[in-house]
């Protein structure tokens, strides 16, 4: 009982797999429907035409001398043959919509459709076996369909090896059906085959484009955050510096003149410093596709690194804000990538420093090792400097994106002892 159960399944399942479409479906225009009936309306009128003719001649050769008594379309041979027209030529109507449906219907009318008359249903017949091969997407049905309609129709003209007498070669005979039939199945299946990979084809290239468009929206939205971050890194800096000077320079203008003009000379160098940044990211802006600076009003300076930390503790100290630098390790050259994002990790560290713990003490630690570059900023607590309002907190965020791009991590917090610490590791290559 099982192993009938399960031969019945298998059947069920081979017969669902042969009726489950394995192509694309016809596809359905206006233009193809208007074309579709007008066709089959061209066959009609032809096909109907030639009914009643021939009813007209098989009255006068049997009734010679009274075929003018009898209207041949009133005949009962006529009205047989015109109804087996238009049927025949109407299913064509369906043909794009349902080609092995009609195939199939436009067989079994011919099968039907006395020899001396195939005429009346072969080129209706042609039209189907082109549609079925060309548009039905059951491939499997079609391509069990397909010759078996063709030697069904052979098969039944195989007797007839005549024609009608009074047209003699225009009415197909046995040899017709295959020399028109077969060809033309094979032509019609092969062209839908190539019509099918053409439009796989286009299918994969417009997929490739939209997965281009898709990297190209992508690399613009990383370059719009790079250009984000190198802003936010190089504006926050030394604005926050030049407010730190400014603001102390308004303290003590009028008692101390003399510290006034170096806190005063300290923002014309935080200026200077964000306007030679500045210039040169939107010298990278500004490149042509040469790789030239479609502007330059001079040579710009390189991107820092580790070898402008003494100049970027400088400027900070000049703040007010004590700072210690301390090196260990034996110092060697690293990638520039690398370099400058060492460099922001410092300087973001200890913007954010001068913003929020007005007061405090940092320290500044780069240490080398045979594989990892280890930086790290911290300071002992202070109060919130006047620009600590600005921040949004999207520079330590920057500094992960940046530091994900060479594999390194970001570790931030606060201290035990108070204060807050930004520690980033940097993997390098061993020496």
Not at 266 to 285: C, K, N, Y
Request: aromatic share 4%; proline share 6%.
């Amino acid at each position: 009982m099982t192993n009938e159960t399960t031969v019945v399944d298998r059947v069920r399942e081979a017969a669902r797999r042969a009726l489950r479409p394995t192509g694309p479906a016809p596809r359905l225009t206006r233009r193809g429907r208007r074309f579709d009936l007008a066709l089959a309306a061209a066959f009609a009128v032809t096909t109907v035409y030639y009914a009643v003719d021939v009813a007209d001649n098989q009255v006068r050769e049997i009734l010679p001398g009274v075929g003018k008594a009898i209207h041949p379309a009133g005949t009962p041979a006529a009205i047989a043959l015109s109804a087996l027209a238009l049927v025949t030529s109407g299913a064509l109507v369906m043909r794009r919509r349902f080609p092995l449906a009609v195939l199939c219907a436009v067989t079994c009318l011919a099968l039907l459709t006395p020899q001396d008359v195939a005429r009346l249903t072969f080129y209706p017949l042609v039209v189907a076996v082109y549609s079925a091969a060309a548009y039905s997407p059951y491939r499997t049905p079609t391509l069990v369909a397909l010759p078996t309609a063709v030697l069904l129709v052979y098969t039944s003209g195989s007797s007839t090896t005549h024609v009608y007498p009074y047209q003699p070669g225009i009415v197909p005979n046995e040899y017709v059906v295959l020399w028109i039939l077969g060809p033309l199945a094979m032509a019609a299946n092969g062209l839908r085959t190539w019509r099918v990979r053409t439009d796989e084809g286009r299918a994969r290239l417009t997929a490739v484009e939209h997965e281009q468009a898709d990297a190209l929206r992508r690399a613009v939205a990383e370059e719009r955050a790079r250009i984000a971050r190198e802003l936010h890194d190089v504006v926050t800096h030394n604005v926050s510096v030049m407010v730190i000077q400014a603001g102390a320079a308004r303290r003590v203008m009028r008692a101390v003149p003399d510290e006034a003009d170096e806190a005063l000379l300290a923002v014309e160098a935080s200026g200077r410093a964000a306007m030679t940044d500045l210039r040169h990211v939107m010298g990278l802006l500004t490149m042509d596709g040469d790789g030239h600076a479609a502007d330059r009003a001079g040579e710009l300076a390189p991107q820092p690194g580790l070898k402008q930390l003494e100049t970027l503790v400088g400027r900070v100290r000049d703040t007010g804000l004590p700072v210690d630098l301390e090196v260990t390790g034996v110092a060697r050259p690293v990638p520039p990538g690398i370099g400058l994002t060492a460099y922001r990790v410092v300087q973001e560290a200890l913007t954010n420093t001068v913003k929020h713990a007005a007061g405090a003490r940092a320290a500044v630690r780069v240490e080398y090792s045979p594989g990892l570059l280890r930086v790290e900023v911290s300071d002992t607590g202070g109060a919130p400097g006047p620009a600590a309002a600005a921040g949004n907190g999207r520079g330590l965020l920057g500094l992960r994106e940046r530091l994900s791009v060479y594999d390194g991590t970001l570790d931030t917090g606060r201290r035990l002892t108070g204060g807050y610490r930004v520690e980033a590791l940097i993997p390098l290559e061993a020496p």
